[in-house]
């Protein structure tokens, strides 16, 4: 007997193609680790970079802003390319595009090229990471083994930021600063080489016309969001530049929303984001990617400037946090969500990020790394392993296999516009404490040292604010665990059919098709 579960979503070849799963794992980790780690492992670099192409401390924010408008504005669109054209080929043009974006960059001989090499990098960069998760999607869909590749993957993401300090620091150390950007090729090439062997491209059907308007209201009004915070950074919060991008933003992005309603085929259907579940994780990953980004860049100026330590120690000295998060992830994503569901690990994760950051306000001009920074990163370590694995599992369950891309791309989104956003606003809250604590200081010994600290302690206490927020909207937004369902005689007959098809695609069955649970107690 033939039979067939018709979808209409993406497709993929016959099983007997199908990769090894753990091997698919592993070169989509390697693949996230790269865009995740690239916003980070130029941060140590840029005063060496500054030193060698001569530009102001004022231009040098721009050589990460220009990664993070182009990757953030981006995504959405990046998403739904891999959706029409298939994630294979989708995630290839992305490796290829951004080695040739690093090698500029590692040979740019003004500031000019290089702010223009990073923003080639974010580019292409987004169409790396959602052609990764998107990968990821469909490859485990329905597997038992979907917790265990969630918990692996959300571990590489949430501890690549603090391994490209590390790394950063040990180029700009051993080499040259120029090797930051020059280890992409040594690592996309070969991963390019493998990805042409070991992957299928899970295509569409049939190929909607992009939504053009939708793609331009959402690059211009997530570009101008994060370009109004970086320029008041800057400049000031009153210049032109800043409160016209800052007033167009809402307005462009609105303006999104309303042409998705109506689209036929619309960029981002948005019932992806209505769900729940999804919506609640999307609005968590924002969250924590603004208080993860702010610590990595303020502890990295305090580590080096008031403790003295060289870049590669100061790398070394985030590898707790990125252990503890690792085996957190991994922990509660294979071990612990099926007994406690999502919203608790998420309200746990973001009350331990407002702890950290408010060990982190306890800072003074005297601090030790052990007694007083190292608590603050194990805990944020916890906090981000119970947030980043069922976050980034939530936020693509149960959507069809032709949105996977898009759903993808929401994650990466919210994280950069999280963290780009987070970051702006909290270097211009460190700024402003600073100019305040010397103009009243004005005779204090060591006033420099005390004023930067004074600015460190401030942001943090902001980044409490953070967390703390992120805390209320998890409570309101996130369901709570599911409960089973008795199945049906029909679920029962849908279940026996599905499991005797060769249907065309993994992902065509989700856990709303079979009658699984779909509140925040899924995995």
Request: aromatic content about 8%; hydrophobic content about 50%; proline content about 5%.
């Amino acid at each position: 007997m033939m039979c067939r579960v018709e979808s209409g979503i993406i497709g993929a070849p016959d099983s007997a193609r199908e990769p090894n799963r753990w091997a698919v794992l592993a070169l989509l980790s390697v693949a996230q680790l790269m865009v995740v780690l690239d916003a980070t492992i130029v941060t140590i670099a840029i005063p060496s970079a500054q030193d060698a192409l001569h530009f102001s401390i004022e231009s040098r924010q721009w050589i990460v802003t220009a990664y993070a408008l182009a990757f953030g504005s981006l995504l959405l669109l990046g998403g739904k390319l891999g959706d029409l054209f298939g994630y294979k080929w989708t995630l290839i043009a992305g490796l290829v595009g951004f080695s040739i974006a690093s090698a500029i960059g590692g040979l740019a001989q003004s500031f000019g090229v290089l702010v223009a090499a990073r923003t080639l990098q974010g580019g292409f960069g987004a169409l790396l990471a959602p052609a990764a998760l998107g990968l990821l999607t469909v490859t485990f869909a329905e597997s038992p083994d979907r917790p265990a590749a969630f918990g692996i993957f959300g571990a590489i993401a949430g501890g690549a930021a603090s391994l490209g300090l590390i790394l950063g620091g040990a180029l700009t150390q051993v080499l040259s600063w120029r090797w930051c950007l020059y280890v992409n090729l040594v690592i996309a090439l070969p991963t390019t080489i493998v990805a042409l062997r070991l992957l299928v491209n899970h295509t569409a059907p049939q190929r909607d016309p992009i939504d053009i308007p939708g793609a331009l209201t959402s690059a211009l009004g997530l570009f101008a969001l994060v370009y109004g915070f970086s320029n008041a950074e800057t400049h000031s919060w009153g210049a032109t530049a800043t409160v016209v991008s800052l007033v167009a933003s809402p307005v462009l992005l609105t303006a999104f929303v309303l042409i998705e309603r109506r689209a036929k085929h619309p960029l981002l259907p948005l019932q992806i984001i209505w769900n729940r579940a999804r919506g609640g994780a999307y609005t968590t990953l924002a969250m924590a990617g603004a208080g993860i980004f702010a610590v990595s860049l303020f502890l990295t100026y305090f580590l080096q400037q008031q403790l003295g330590m060289s870049p590669l120690t100061t790398g070394l000295a985030f590898l707790p946090l990125t252990g503890v998060l690792v085996v957190a992830s991994t922990t509660v994503q294979t071990r612990v969500i099926q007994h406690t569901g999502v919203k608790p690990l998420v309200l746990a994760g973001t009350a331990l990020g407002a702890v950290s950051m408010f060990l982190f306000t306890r800072l003074t001009p005297d601090s030790s790394y052990a007694g007083n920074v190292l608590p603050g990163l194990l805990v944020l370590g916890v906090g981000m392993g119970f947030i980043f694995a069922p976050a980034f599992s939530t936020a693509t369950l149960g959507v069809q296999g032709r949105e996977a891309g898009v759903a993808s791309a929401m994650v990466n989104t919210s994280q950069q516009i999280g963290g780009s956003v987070g970051t702006s606003l909290l270097s211009t809250i460190f700024a402003s404490a600073v100019a305040s604590y010397t103009t009243d200081h004005l005779h204090t010994a060591g006033l420099a040292n005390a004023a930067a600290v004074h600015g460190y302690t401030t942001a943090f206490w902001w980044a409490v604010g953070i967390f703390a927020l992120g805390f209320l909207l998890a409570i309101v937004i996130l369901p709570g665990p599911a409960k089973p369902r008795v199945p049906t005689l029909k679920a029962a007959l849908a279940r026996h059919a599905i499991g005797n098809c060769h249907h065309s695609d993994p992902a065509d069955v989700t856990p709303h098709a079979v009658g699984a649970p779909t509140g925040g107690g899924g995995q």
